[in-house]
Nanobody
Framework: VQLQASGGGLVQPGGSLRLSCAVSGNIDQINVMGWYRQVPGKQRELVAAHTRIGTTNYEDSVKGRFTVSRESGENTVYLQMNSLRPEDTAVYYC????????????????WGKGTLVTVSS
């Protein structure tokens, strides 16, 4: 299973960015797709997650500003980030968990390489 994230960059406060993460491999099904972020010196924290049945979960500080979505047929997850704040600056990592590969179920998460989001004027 490979995850390729893109879309990070530098944006001014109040601006928007859209992150994308394409998942490849011999995958039958993915239960959860989402995003974490990490600031140097701090633990990685969950930003947003999207389940196969359509439920979503957000970290409190991003509710109403970020939207996670997925294209199941393409195994791609997106994170639309609006009204960005300097405190959103971090490396963002996409992940998947609850993956079925050739009929076998794996609950261990798979991670992509991070993409840096910098919010600064």
């Amino acid at each position: 299973v490979q995850l390729q994230a893109s879309g990070g960059g530098l944006v001014q406060p109040g601006g928007s960015l859209r992150l994308s993460c394409a998942v490849s491999g011999n995958i039958d099904q993915i239960n959860v797709m989402g995003w974490y972020r990490q600031v140097p010196g701090k633990q990685r924290e969950l930003v947003a997650a999207h389940t196969r049945i359509g439920t979503t979960n957000y970290e409190d500080s991003v509710k109403g500003r970020f939207t996670v979505s997925r294209e199941s047929g393409e195994n791609t997850v997106y994170l639309q980030m609006n009204s960005l704040r300097p405190e959103d600056t971090a490396v963002y990592y996409c992940y998947v968990s609850g993956v079925t590969i050739k009929g076998s179920f794996y609950n261990t998460p798979y991670w992509g390489k991070g993409t840096l989001v910098t919010v600064s004027s």
